[in-house]
């Protein structure tokens, strides 16, 4: 082990700027005699005692103010440490204000980013709430949190006045969105603002701010996904051809589509059966059983039947190959009233798109699927749904207007779009 050399130190081994900056350090009470020792490694608190006694400006003795002139030496000595000691405070600041300056320049840096990823306009929708934030925690005053910003205090009252023009907005839009919302809880944006249209325009409202007013308030539907088989392929009945694979459809009543969906619970659900003009979208027919029986289809025929308006007109009946369509009784009727009979030919559900989409329509907008009622209930919800959909729910594919607007005409074209895995003409059904 090795032995620790021990050197003894004299006055002469300490500069005078030195001693100047312990004694100073002392006497404005940052450290002690024995914390200045420790601190520069002097051997001796006497030593420090000393330079007090000689260098300092209090009397060590009597602890008095000494009245005794500095020599010239002493004063220039002196005035040398304290140049020292500001030098390096002013290095120390110096790179505070150049860290501090560089965060500024990474935190604006950021919040471009996320600007341009996140498509929100930060320092803009934020100011005023940030400026609020900062003057209460850190206790300062409006005129110097708005200056840090780069902004005058009337900047800061023109945003706030804005701000609650833009709430008073929004809870005018709110209510007339509710009013809608109470009849179709689901009912999807584009349809919104195609029923609020004049509304919004009266209160300069545009498309893109009535979706942010939505989404600001959770009203943005998400579509749901759902499935339950209700089709029975498997049986012994004639299966037709599909005979609008390649037709245009150009008018109401030229092509009825029809679809089994369940609604309520999965244990013990009921059944919707519907009948559905391709073009104009409107449920012409529909019936609500406990049962998957053949009997509830044909009593959502026979309304369609009932509620034709072009009965002369050549009508083709589209549906999947299930059982209840393939049924004795049901071909019977169709062909007692000159109906035209087409069947899918796979499990592709584009094959009979509408049906689906009305389907989905009904359950997600109108939210029939989630009333675990009985029988009657659910008819009586089913009913009032089904006239609301045809009397005030507006359509993408009828141009925002109703099915039953749809149904009165025949001259605007029918939106199509053409499938992912095809090539064909499909029919849109939003």
Not at 211 to 233: E, G, Q
Not at 318 to 325: E, I, K, P
Request: charged share 30%; with cysteine; aromatic share 8%.
């Amino acid at each position: 082990m090795e032995t620790k050399h021990y050197e003894k130190r004299s006055q002469r081994d300490y500069s005078m700027s030195f001693k100047l900056q312990v004694v100073q350090e002392v006497e404005q009470g940052e450290l002690s005699t024995t914390g200045a020792q420790r601190k520069y490694g002097i051997q001796a608190r006497s030593t420090i005692v000393n330079w007090l006694r000689k260098y300092g400006n209090l009397d060590w003795e009597n602890q008095t103010p000494s009245n005794m002139p500095k020599t010239p030496e002493q004063k220039i000595l002196e005035l040398e440490a304290k140049v020292k000691l500001l030098e390096k405070q002013k290095a120390t600041l110096e790179r505070q204000a150049y860290v501090a300056d560089k965060k500024v320049i990474i935190f604006d840096m950021m919040i471009d980013l996320a600007e341009q990823e996140y498509k929100i306009d930060i320092r803009k929708k934020l100011t005023t709430r940030t400026i609020d934030r900062f003057k209460e925690q850190n206790q300062e005053t409006l005129v110097f949190s708005c200056h840090l910003f780069g902004i005058d205090r009337q900047v800061y009252y023109r945003k706030l006045k804005r701000k609650a023009i833009k709430q008073h907005k929004a809870m005018k839009v709110m209510n007339l969105v509710r009013s809608k919302l109470m009849h179709m809880p689901r009912l999807g944006g584009k349809k919104l603002y195609c029923l609020l249209k004049e509304d919004l325009k009266a209160l300069k409202i545009g498309r893109d701010k009535l979706f942010d007013i939505l989404r600001a308030n959770h009203l943005l539907v998400p579509p749901k996904r759902s499935y339950l088989v209700t089709t029975n392929s498997h049986h012994r009945f004639r299966k037709h051809s599909n005979l609008i694979a390649e037709m245009e459809i150009h008018r109401p009543e030229q092509v009825w589509v029809s679809d089994i969906t369940y609604i309520g619970k999965r244990d013990k659900p009921c059944y919707l059966s519907l009948v559905t003009d391709a073009y104009s979208k409107k449920i012409m027919g529909y019936y609500v059983a406990d049962n998957l029986n053949a009997e509830s289809s044909l009593q959502a025929l026979k309304m369609a039947i009932k509620q034709r308006v072009y009965k002369t007109a050549p009508l083709i009946h589209h549906s999947d190959r299930g059982l209840q369509y393939c049924a004795q009784d049901y071909q019977h009727e169709l062909i007692s009233n000159k109906i035209k009979c087409s069947m899918t030919q796979h499990s592709d559900p584009y094959e009979n798109a509408v049906a689906e989409r009305v389907n989905g329509i009904l359950k997600q907008e109108f939210r029939i699927d989630t009333h675990y009622l009985d029988l009657k209930t659910m008819k009586t919800i089913v009913k009032e749904s089904i006239d609301i959909y045809n009397n005030q729910r507006p359509h993408y594919s009828n141009f925002m207007h109703t099915p039953n607007q749809m149904h009165q005409q025949n001259e605007i074209k029918m939106r199509t779009y053409k499938t992912k895995t095809s090539s064909k003409l499909e029919f849109a059904a939003s």
